[in-house]
C-alpha cells in the first residue's frame, strides 16, 4: 500500500530525511517513534503529498507520488490524517465538520452524508454530540471527531501525527482505543506517537527514526524486548 525506495528529502541545503526504504502492507499497522526532530512529521507528510520528495520513489496505493504529474487531489481523498491539534472548524458544529469534505469532494448525497456521519460518531463513541461546537467538547471528544471526520472519506490509509500529544492524560485512552478499533477493522495505519503501549499492543511494526534515518524496524516483540542497535537502546531507554 505504501512503498519508500531511496527516498531523500531535503529543505534547502538541509537533509531531513536520507534513504528512506519502508514498506506498508494493505491492513498493516506501522507506528513510527523516534527523537523530535528525527523527521517523523515529514515522512508522514510525504505520503499524501504534503511535501514533496527529493529522490527516491514513494508509491502509495498505486499513485507514483515522486511523480510531479500524480493526481494529488485524487491521492489525498484516499487518505485521512489526524494532527495533534484537532484543526476542527470552530463555526461549524460536529456533524457539520465531518459532512464537509464528502458533500464538497465526493458530492455523496446528503442523506448518505448524514448516514455516514451518524455511524462514524457511533463508532468513535460519541453519538450524542453530532450537534455541538467543537469548543463544547472536551479535548478526547474533539480528537474523536477529527478521527471521524478523516473516515468521513472513506479512505484507504490513516495517517496519525502524535494525536494524543495535545490531550491531558486522562483523555489520551479514549482516543487510543478509537484507533486501536480502526486497527481491528483492517485499516491501513502510520502511526507517529509516544505511546509505547499502544505501539506494542497495537502495531504490526516498529519504526524508529533518527535524524532523517529509518534505524531499526521489527516486531513489537523484537523491537522493545530485543532491540538490535544502541541508538534504539538508548532511546528506549531514555523514554521508558
Ligand atoms: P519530527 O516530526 O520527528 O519531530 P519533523 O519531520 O517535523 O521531525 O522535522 C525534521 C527536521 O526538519 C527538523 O529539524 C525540522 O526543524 C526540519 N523541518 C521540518 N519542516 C521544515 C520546513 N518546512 N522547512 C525547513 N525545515 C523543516
Ligand atoms: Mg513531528
Redesign the pocket.
Known amino acids: 500500500m505504501i512503498e519508500f525506495r531511496g527516498v531523500d528529502k531535503f529543505?534547502g541545503d538541509?537533509q531531513?530525511l536520507t534513504d528512506v526504504d519502508f514498506t506498508v502492507e494493505e491492513g498493516e499497522v506501522v507506528v513510527v517513534i523516534?527523537p523530535?526532530?528525527?523527521?517523523?512529521?515529514?515522512l508522514l507528510r510525504c505520503i499524501n503529498g504534503l511535501e514533496e520528495v527529493s529522490s527516491g520513489e514513494l508509491e502509495v496505493d498505486g499513485f507514483p507520488v515522486h511523480d510531479k504529474k500524480v493526481d494529488i487531489n485524487k491521492l489525498r481523498s484516499e487518505i485521512g490524517m489526524v494532527f495533534q491539534q484537532f484543526n476542527l472548524y470552530p463555526h461549524m458544529t460536529v456533524s457539520q465538520n465531518i459532512k464537509l469534505a464528502p458533500l464538497r469532494v465526493k458530492n455523496v448525497s446528503k442523506q448518505e452524508a448524514d448516514e455516514r456521519c451518524s455511524r462514524l460518531l457511533a463508532r468513535v463513541g460519541i453519538p450524542e454530540q453530532a450537534d455541538k461546537y467543537p469548543e463544547s467538547l472536551s479535548g478526547g471528544q474533539q480528537q474523536r471527531v477529527a478521527i471521524a471526520r478523516g473516515l468521513a472519506m472513506e479512505p484507504r490509509i490513516m495517517l496519525f501525527d502524535e494525536p494524543t500529544s495535545a490531550l491531558d492524560p486522562e483523555m489520551i485512552n479514549e482516543v487510543l482505543e478509537a484507533m486501536a478499533d480502526l486497527a481491528r477493522g483492517g485499516m491501513t495505519m502510520v502511526v507517529?506517537t509516544h505511546e509505547m503501549g499502544f505501539a506494542r499492543r497495537v502495531a504490526d511494526k516498529v519504526v524508529f527514526m533518527d535524524e532523517g534515518r529509518i534505524i531499526e524496524v521489527g516486531t513489537p516483540d523484537d523491537f522493545f524486548d530485543n532491540p538490535k542497535n544502541e541508538r534504539t537502546k538508548r532511546f528506549l531507554n531514555q523514554i521508558v
Not at 523530535?36 to 515529514?42: E, L, N, P, R, V
Open positions: 529543505f538541509f531531513v523516534g523530535s526532530g528525527s523527521g517523523k512529521s515529514t507517529v
